[in-house]
Nanobody
């Protein structure tokens, strides 16, 4: 059974930075593809980025490209989402999600992180509030 635990959220002033963590247990990250999603109040959950052993870390959301990155620490079985130059529009609950992959898996092209239905494991979310 895979469990995911996010942390690192909080209240941040505009222009600040955050590094969100997603710690996976139950399987090595080599056997998982990780997706990052966020959900702002009144909006649908949207894909932010992903990490897999084939492509590494990718930021998908147009609003985050150029100021965000996704990375992994194998020793800690942890995937990170770092966001810089935060704006109030980044206020959301951020979720990491995972699905199992095998050694032959290839990520579908141009689908990072892909639909939420692809992921069978979800963390509880970490809330990010950007406000002065």
């Amino acid at each position: 059974q895979v469990q995911l635990v996010e942390s690192g959220g909080g209240l941040v002033q505009p222009g600040g930075s955050l590094r969100l963590s997603c710690v996976a247990s139950g399987l090595s990250l080599d056997a998982l593809a990780i997706g990052w999603f966020r959900q702002s109040p009144g909006k649908e959950r949207e894909g932010v980025g992903c990490f897999n052993s084939v492509d590494g870390g990718t930021v998908d959301a147009d609003s985050l490209r150029g100021r965000s990155s996704v990375s992994r620490d194998n020793g800690k079985n942890t995937v990170y989402l770092e966001i810089n130059s935060l704006t109030p529009e980044d206020t959301a609950v951020y979720y990491c999600a995972a699905h199992e992959v095998d050694e032959f898996w290839e990520p579908p092209p141009n689908t990072c992180p892909g639909p939420t239905t692809r992921y069978g494991y979800w963390g509880q979310g970490t809330r990010v509030t950007v406000s002065s």
